[in-house]
């Protein structure tokens, strides 16, 4: 686990089962109370790049052998949230008796901005600039400057930014 210079980490869990996994949290990183982050496997690796925020109960699942979470620059977690990069069981095809639920990446790119009661499922990428909004599961790429809501998430807003400037 390594953690850069001015980042804050308050009353986290970090459950890391396995070999040679590997959590970097960038430069000025605010990770508040009651988030984790959880590696189960083999050359596991969990990138944070700088000035990002989570509020409280981000959940950073990457489980299963060299699977890989990437959050960019200068992205914006809300409250309980979850990423993962895979289902943590098993499912077969009956007729072929092969697994059919194989773990996929996730890359969150940069200024992003997650709102709560979000889900973002293995296999995922969402491009820079982009938002998700409230209560959305997040099962499809999502491109740069989009607006994506819905169960499942739909991109409903194109050519969009943010802001972290409060309104109020």
């Given at each position: 686990?390594?953690?850069?210079?001015?980042?804050?980490?308050?009353?986290?869990?970090?459950?890391?089962?396995?070999?040679?996994?590997?959590?970097?949290?960038?430069?000025?990183v605010e990770i508040g109370p009651d988030c984790s982050f959880w590696m189960e496997g083999n050359n596991i690796k969990i990138f944070i790049e700088d000035n990002c925020?989570?509020?409280?109960?981000?959940?950073?699942?990457?489980?299963?052998?060299?699977?890989?979470?990437?959050?960019?620059?200068?992205?914006?977690?809300?409250?309980?949230?979850?990423?993962?990069?895979?289902?943590?069981?098993?499912?077969?095809?009956?007729?072929?008796?092969?697994?059919?639920?194989?773990?996929?990446?996730?890359?969150?790119?940069?200024?992003?901005?997650?709102?709560?009661?979000?889900?973002?499922?293995?296999?995922?990428?969402?491009?820079?600039?982009?938002?998700?909004?409230?209560?959305?599961?997040?099962?499809?790429?999502?491109?740069?400057?989009?607006?994506?809501?819905?169960?499942?998430?739909?991109?409903?807003?194109?050519?969009?930014?943010?802001?972290?400037?409060?309104?109020?």
């Amino acid at each position: 686990i390594e953690i850069g210079k001015n980042s804050k980490v308050h009353k986290s869990l970090f459950r890391i089962h396995g070999n040679n996994n590997e959590i970097y949290i960038g430069q000025n990183v605010e990770i508040g109370p009651d988030c984790s982050f959880w590696m189960e496997g083999n050359n596991i690796k969990i990138f944070i790049e700088d000035n990002c925020t989570f509020t409280r109960n981000v959940q950073v699942n990457a489980q299963e052998n060299n699977s890989r979470i990437i959050i960019g620059n200068d992205c914006m977690f809300s409250n309980t949230i979850c990423i993962r990069t895979s289902d943590s069981h098993s499912i077969y095809d009956i007729n072929t008796n092969k697994r059919i639920n194989l773990p996929k990446d996730v890359t969150i790119g940069n200024h992003v901005w997650i709102a709560p009661n979000v889900k973002i499922m293995k296999g995922v990428t969402i491009g820079d600039d982009s938002i998700i909004g409230s209560d959305t599961i997040v099962t499809k790429n999502v491109g740069n400057n989009c607006l994506a809501v819905g169960y499942p998430a739909k991109e409903v807003k194109y050519n969009i930014n943010w802001s972290r400037e409060r309104l109020f």
